[in-house]
């Protein structure tokens, strides 16, 4: 490691190397067994005489903090001669610095790791089944790009992407979603998360009214808020977004019109086209999120908003997080061409472009077919597991949940009978205790909490989902409505 250390006039030079190097292995950034700086090295670039840094580490190895091996140079200690000090309880709280941010960046509720948690039966929603993805080919792919003659000069991209994932993008979502795209209308971006940004960066200014539904998925209203936005929560019925409901003067409407997220209901024809009339004579913008509807496991699909949109006013936003994986963080957008050159800009002002050789990567993945095999294999999967959680909820989990019932998605959303939000908690803490993982439907509330449990597929194999099923029944018999 390259040892930050910075000398202060010219006295006690030892004394100052020996406090600082003491403080990077007292409080543990520097971890026993590392290495550090040799001597003359670190005499040279301080530009102090060695003897000066040998005096500092000379002491450090008197006191036990380093030991020194002959010709292999000086180490941390195994074991360091004090414990390390106890970090002050509020060293993390904001109050204790003297900078503050933006009040919209006060009290957000942010993800915890979700990787962190792992619970025996795994049924949160919005997560693939990773054991799964094809990572062989994946490698392969990935590898070959980290190459010289794949790097090239290692220069920066485009913003927008490179032109052949832009172009296998197009013809992707143009078969499998009949979105009608050409690669000039793709914008690579780091998953939905980073599309939703770059369009409210180009059209939503501070103070302006944002419509969300109400449930709906938190990450984007978190978003509009921390840019100044002021989120308005829209009501789903069994049509989807209630249109009538909406603000007059929202400037964007952000849907989830093929699996209303959480609910699981689509979006009837009239409501599309009812949308789409109000957002023409409002003048605002359409987000289509169609971040799960490759997994449609029965009926016909809907066309999006995308396809139904004459005069140029809905984004289309794609996730990759589903479909392959929500690590890589990869998605793309398909605009309409008055805010190509706006959103661009915004790409390449907020981090320039997405990695390249994961772009790259993922056009082969597109383009030879590596996706849709994937697709369709996983489509068989969930829909395994999305019969077995069906069964149970209309058979033995009936008495208490009543099912909403959808034929595609990677969850599914079932209501709690007894309508009673303090009820739901009670059901998932107790499922918690039973070793099962499950949120509960209040938990995606903008403003009107429901009660009810959201059953996500990805994570359990089907094979242990009747056990996970018996253990929430449990749960659900045993919490008081
Ligand atoms: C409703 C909804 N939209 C989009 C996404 C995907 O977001 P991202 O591409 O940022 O991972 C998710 C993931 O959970 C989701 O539930």
Redesign the pocket.
């Known amino acids: 490691v390259e040892l930050h250390v910075s000398l202060r006039g010219r006295r006690d030079l030892a004394g100052q190397i020996y406090q600082q190097v003491r403080s990077v292995i007292v409080d543990g950034r520097l971890q026993p067994g590392q290495a550090l700086p040799p001597s003359r090295e670190l005499a040279d670039r301080l530009a102090v005489s060695r003897t000066t840094v040998s005096a500092a580490y000379d002491r450090l190895s008197a006191e036990g903090y380093v030991a020194g091996r002959v010709g292999a140079g000086t180490f941390v200690a195994p074991a360091l001669p004090v414990d390390p000090p106890v970090p002050r309880a509020d060293a993390h709280r904001p109050s204790s610095g003297p900078l503050r941010p933006r009040p919209e960046f006060a009290g957000l509720q942010l993800r915890a790791d979700l990787s962190a948690v792992r619970p025996a039966y795994d049924l949160r ?3 693939p089944d990773a054991r799964l993805f094809p990572y062989q080919t994946w490698r392969r792919l990935m590898s070959d790009q980290l190459r010289t003659t794949a790097v090239g000069a290692g220069a920066y991209g485009a913003p927008t992407g490179l032109p052949e994932l832009r172009g296998a993008l197009a013809r992707h979502v143009g078969v499998s979603r009949a979105v009608r795209a050409s690669a000039d209308d793709v914008l690579v971006t780091n ?4 599309a939703v940004d770059l369009v409210a960066r180009v059209v939503v200014r501070p103070g302006d009214v944002v419509a969300v539904e109400d449930p709906g ?1 938190a ?1 984007p209203a978190m978003l509009f808020r921390s840019l100044g936005a002021r989120v308005a929560g829209v009501p789903v019925d069994a049509e989807g977004l209630v249109v009538d409901a909406l603000p007059a003067a929202a400037r964007l409407v952000l849907v ?1 019109p093929s699996h209303q ?1 959480p609910l699981g209901v689509r979006m009837s024809e009239a409501r599309r086209g009812q949308l789409l009339d109000w957002a023409r004579q409002r003048n605002a913008v359409l987000v289509e ?1 169609d ?2 509807s490759e997994f449609r496991f029965a009926g016909r699909p809907l066309d999006t908003l995308h396809a139904m949109d004459r005069d140029g006013r809905v984004v289309y936003v794609s ?4 479909v392959m994986l ?1 690590t890589l ?3 793309f957008c398909v605009a309409p061409p008055s805010l190509r050159d706006a959103l661009e800009a915004a790409k390449f002002t907020t981090d320039w472009h997405t990695a390249l050789p994961t772009q790259a990567a993922l056009a082969r993945f597109v383009s030879d077919g590596t996706l849709d095999r994937h697709i369709r294999r996983m489509r068989g999967v969930y829909a395994e597991r999305h019969r077995v959680v069906g069964e149970a909820l209309d058979g033995r989990l009936a008495p208490w949940l009543r099912p909403v019932h959808s034929p595609a998605g990677l969850h599914v959303t079932a209501l709690l009978r007894s309508g009673s939000v303090p009820h739901e908690r009670a059901v998932v803490r107790r499922a918690r205790a039973l070793g099962v993982a499950v949120p509960g439907l209040s938990e995606s509330a903008v403003r009107a909490p429901r009660a009810g449990l959201v059953l996500g597929l990805g994570m359990t194999p089907v094979e242990r989902l009747p056990a996970a099923l018996d253990r929430l029944r449990n749960a659900l018999a045993e919490s008081r409505p």
């Open positions: 929603p919005g997560m998953g939905f998360q980073q998925y990450p989830t997220f999120d971040y799960d996730s990759l997080s589903k929500p963080r990869l998605g």
